[in-house]
């Protein structure tokens, strides 16, 4: 009996310390289990992300948008026809935020099963290039947590969204995050210029609130299959 309670009391302690150990791990950086389970998403969203980069904007495409005159319009055509192209849960583009450290392929939708695989395009929401506000949202602890660190996000920080349409250069606004409550719609609503919000759960380990982050458009580029940029007819 005295060596049955030594193991049992071994084993109590050894979990106590692996559920310690997860919990220090988390507080310093991110839930280590569903963190690699997200890199494994996101690896797949890369190879699912380069196959639509090499499928989209396919000849027939290009050929139409050199009839247009204007980046902003030929872009605003592209992301039109990309719209109904993606269904949720797959790889959309990517996001990078040096400021953060952040470099992660977007997924459509913002469902439990999509944000497991990285940051998630509000689907009511606009694509870049469409003119209106764009929304993507993402974890803060867990599944890579790679909207962790939004609240040290600076104004005039950059954001770029990268499309198989088009690159966009965001900056962050001032102020360039805010808190609001969870239900608070109007922070995706258009305004007067193309703007790009990224919200997450506030504060950390809870959802109780929601921090946002506003970043206005300040640059679109986009290539033709050439590798030149494009001319304007």
């Not at 192209?85 to 999509?114: C, F, K, N, Y």
Request: with cysteine; net charge neutral.
């Amino acid at each position: 009996m005295t060596r049955l309670l030594r193991i049992l009391s071994t084993v109590l302690i050894t979990a106590g310390l692996v559920v310690l150990a997860d919990v220090g791990i988390t507080l310093a950086w991110k839930e280590p289990v569903s963190s690699i389970y997200a890199s494994v998403q996101q690896h797949k969203a890369e190879n699912q992300l380069a196959d639509l980069e090499r499928s989209f904007p396919g000849p027939a495409l290009l050929r139409r948008i050199q009839k247009v005159h204007g980046i902003r319009d030929k872009v605003a055509d592209l992301a039109r026809a990309f719209s109904h192209e993606v269904d949720r849960g797959q790889s959309i583009g990517r996001i990078q935020i040096p400021a953060i450290d952040l470099d992660a392929v977007i997924v459509q939708g913002t469902d439990t099963a999509s944000l497991e695989k990285g940051p998630g395009h509000y689907p009511n929401t606009p694509f870049p290039g469409q003119g209106g506000t764009v929304a993507i949202a993402g974890h803060r602890t867990t599944y890579l947590a790679p909207f962790r660190h939004l609240d040290s996000l600076q104004a005039g920080d950059e954001v770029m969204v990268e499309m198989p349409y088009a690159n966009f250069t965001y900056r962050l606004e001032r102020p360039p995050t805010r808190i609001v409550d969870p239900g608070d719609v109007g922070i995706i609503h258009k305004v007067g210029y193309e703007r790009l919000v990224m919200t997450a759960c506030n504060p950390l380990y809870s959802a109780a609130q929601r921090i946002a982050g506003f970043a206005r458009l300040q640059d679109v580029s986009f290539f033709a299959s050439s590798g030149r940029p494009w001319q304007d007819p």
